[in-house]
């Protein structure tokens, strides 16, 4: 009897780590097939460039100039992504039009032209990567519909260059109807075919299919896959997971981590085989974030064997401030500080990153089973999801003692 009991605790550890594996089985399996990068990897991808004031001109010439002092160990100059939305409201039509119909103004027109000129130089010079970030950054019936009870969002609608970010959070989603909270639904055919027709606008104002797109807010369906993925788009980028609506509060939801959208990894594929690439980091220095925090952050994703995708906005950047000037700082010390510390960092496009994943190219993706297995018992342990019933069933402690086993085998 005093032989069983000795062999309880292992019984007991052993139920508890089954139990573990089963309940999360999917989610463990996502963690192992998601691709372990043989080499870090640095984007920084930033919204909400388009239609705006001359002044950007002078801003995004700036990041040119900037992006191109910094190299990778094979000679790439940073790059940053350019989460463009291709229109904003015509102000004063739909002011003359007593609000009775929405007008835009699109990067097309003429007063915009040295706007996407100068966004075309950035891609040349291979320093910008221009992804879709919609039609407009919002949906116009539902501004419009806002319109009618809010003084302040007739204001801004009717004014000379009304910029998307500048309204309230809940009109910022483009793929839901937020004029009355909680959010309704979309006419899906509706959804589908606007999703479509901005992207083939995308490409007629900047000569190329889009192969990235970035849903405003994050928040997206189905419909908006099916649209994208019909006129080409590969890749879109996620928060890792799809939020689909925005509560009373105005608040993002979405399916939790074990349901169908809950959770995105890096290589997973959506609906028509479109790519998820998951920002993961923020990097806003309007709101305090810092150099040496956005390396630090790297530090930790590269130990995951993740790209890191740095989330930034226009807003950083413009306008004469201190806080702008600081946000340049902050963004120079961020790239020379990265590749101090990494000297074999990789700059790339959110679609380089993506080809190289559905290729499994073994210049960019780990392929030892010691150290893919290392990397899944990290992202394993960093999962906030599982770490619950990871304490309480002993998986954690196993996995724990795993990683260490396993990171001294390698050293040996």
């Known amino acids: 009897m005093d032989f069983l009991w000795i062999f309880l605790p292992f019984f007991l550890l052993g139920a508890g780590v089954t139990l573990f594996a089963v309940v999360h089985r999917r989610t463990l399996w996502a963690l192992w097939r998601e691709p372990v990068l043989s080499q870090p990897v640095l984007i920084i991808e930033s919204d909400d460039w388009g239609p705006a004031p001359t002044s950007d001109v002078q801003v995004l010439e700036r990041l040119v100039r900037l992006l191109s002092h910094h190299r990778d160990h094979v000679g790439q100059p940073a790059i940053m992504t350019m989460g463009v939305v291709l229109a904003?409201?015509?102000?004063?039509?739909?002011?003359?039009?007593?609000?009775?119909?929405?007008?835009?103004?699109?990067?097309?027109?003429?007063?915009?032209?040295?706007?996407?000129?100068?966004?075309?130089?950035?891609v040349r010079q291979s320093v910008f990567s221009l992804q879709l970030h919609g039609m407009e950054h919002f949906w116009p019936e539902s501004v419009m519909a806002a319109a009618q009870g809010n003084a302040n969002v007739c204001s801004w609608l009717t004014g000379d260059t009304p910029l998307?970010?500048?309204?309230?959070?809940?009109?910022?989603?483009?793929?839901?109807?937020?004029?009355?909270?909680?959010?309704?639904?979309?006419?899906?055919?509706?959804?589908?075919?606007?999703?479509?027709?901005?992207?083939?606008?995308?490409?007629?104002?900047?000569?190329?299919?889009?192969?990235?797109?970035?849903?405003?807010?994050?928040?997206?369906?189905?419909?908006?896959?099916?649209?994208?993925?019909?006129?080409?788009?590969?890749?879109?980028?996620?928060?890792?997971?799809?939020?689909?609506?925005?509560?009373?509060?105005?608040?993002?939801v979405g399916p939790a981590p074990n349901k169908p959208g809950g959770l995105h990894l890096n290589g997973m594929r959506g609906?028509?085989?479109?790519?998820?690439?998951?920002?993961?980091?923020?990097?806003?220095?309007?709101?305090?974030?810092?150099?040496?925090?956005?390396?630090?952050?790297?530090?930790?994703?590269?130990?995951?064997?993740?790209?890191?995708?740095?989330?930034?906005?226009?807003?950083?950047?413009i306008g004469e401030s201190p806080e702008v000037e600081r946000a340049f700082a902050e963004l120079d010390g961020l790239l020379r500080g990265a590749l101090?510390?990494?000297?074999?960092?990789?700059?790339?496009a959110s679609e380089q990153l993506a080809e190289c994943l559905s290729t499994r190219d073994v210049r960019w993706i780990e392929r030892s089973f010691r150290?893919?297995?290392?990397?899944?018992?990290?992202?394993?342990?960093?999962?906030?999801?599982?770490?619950?019933?990871?304490?309480?069933?002993?998986?954690?402690?196993?996995?724990?003692?795993?990683?260490?086993?396993?990171?001294?085998?390698?050293?040996?």
């Open 88 to 122: 904003i409201p015509d102000g004063a039509r739909i002011r003359d039009n007593g609000l009775l119909k929405y007008h835009r103004q699109t990067l097309a027109d003429e007063r915009f032209e040295l706007l996407r000129q100068t966004l075309l130089t950035g």
């Open 164 to 252: 998307g970010e500048q309204l309230p959070a809940a009109l910022q989603s483009r793929w839901c109807d937020s004029s009355i909270l909680p959010a309704s639904e979309l006419d899906a055919v509706t959804v589908r075919q606007a999703a479509y027709e901005e992207a083939v606008i995308f490409s007629r104002i900047f000569g190329q299919i889009p192969a990235v797109a970035v849903p405003p807010t994050f928040i997206w369906n189905d419909a908006v896959e099916d649209g994208w993925a019909q006129a080409g788009v590969r890749v879109v980028i996620s928060p890792g997971q799809r939020q689909d609506g925005r509560d009373g509060n105005g608040r993002p």
């Open 271 to 317: 609906r028509h085989g479109l790519m998820y690439l998951i920002r993961n980091v923020w990097f806003e220095p309007l709101r305090g974030h810092t150099a040496k925090q956005a390396v630090d952050t790297l530090a930790r994703q590269v130990a995951l064997g993740r790209p890191v995708l740095f989330e930034t906005h226009r807003s950083n950047f």
């Open 340 to 348: 101090q510390r990494f000297p074999l960092l990789r700059f790339c």
């Open 371 to 412: 150290l893919r297995f290392t990397v899944f018992l990290r992202r394993m342990l960093a999962h906030q999801y599982l770490h619950r019933l990871a304490v309480l069933t002993g998986a954690f402690f196993i996995a724990r003692v795993g990683l260490r086993l396993s990171t001294r085998w390698q050293t040996t």
